[in-house]
């Protein structure tokens, strides 16, 4: 899709982000948890905008050299449209360059289209997570991908 911009979240678009974790996610953050952890030096957050709407976004954190995804979010409106794939590509170059050896995330073990997009990006499940996840409970599976480091 054309006619979007992947750059740093922008503060001002943090009421639309909570806005998508509640459509997104059944345990959504809260804006404030955002607003914390866009503020956060050790976070990188990004956000997919058209003409001042957020279409999507995600966000990681870094813990010395390794990175942890924390959330991918599209707009049911804007899904399968290569917004996550841009995010996700987006984030993984700063990763590169910031030298982190990899990053790694849980995800439903059900959301079968987002771990064929992690596997696109060379993710590979590591592990599984029992009841990770709540509303409903569920396995996350743990995926990984090697960067090399600095």
Known sequence: ????????LPV???PQA????????SMPWSEELLRRALADPHQLWLGAVAG???????GMQTVLDEGYV????????????GVASAL???????????????LTLEVRESNLGAIALYE??????????RGYYEKPREDAILMTVTLGGA
């Open 1 to 8: 899709m054309d006619g979007y911009v992947i750059g740093p």
């Open 12 to 14: 001002e678009l943090l």
């Open 18 to 25: 909570a806005a998508l974790e509640k459509v997104c996610f």
């Open 52 to 58: 001042g709407r957020l279409l999507g976004y995600a």
């Open 70 to 81: 924390d959330n991918i979010a599209v707009d049911p409106a804007y899904r399968r449209r």
């Open 88 to 102: 996700l590509g987006r984030m993984l170059e700063q990763a590169r360059a910031a030298g982190l050896a990899f």
């Open 120 to 129: 696109r990006f060379g993710f590979r499940r590591v592990g599984r997570r």
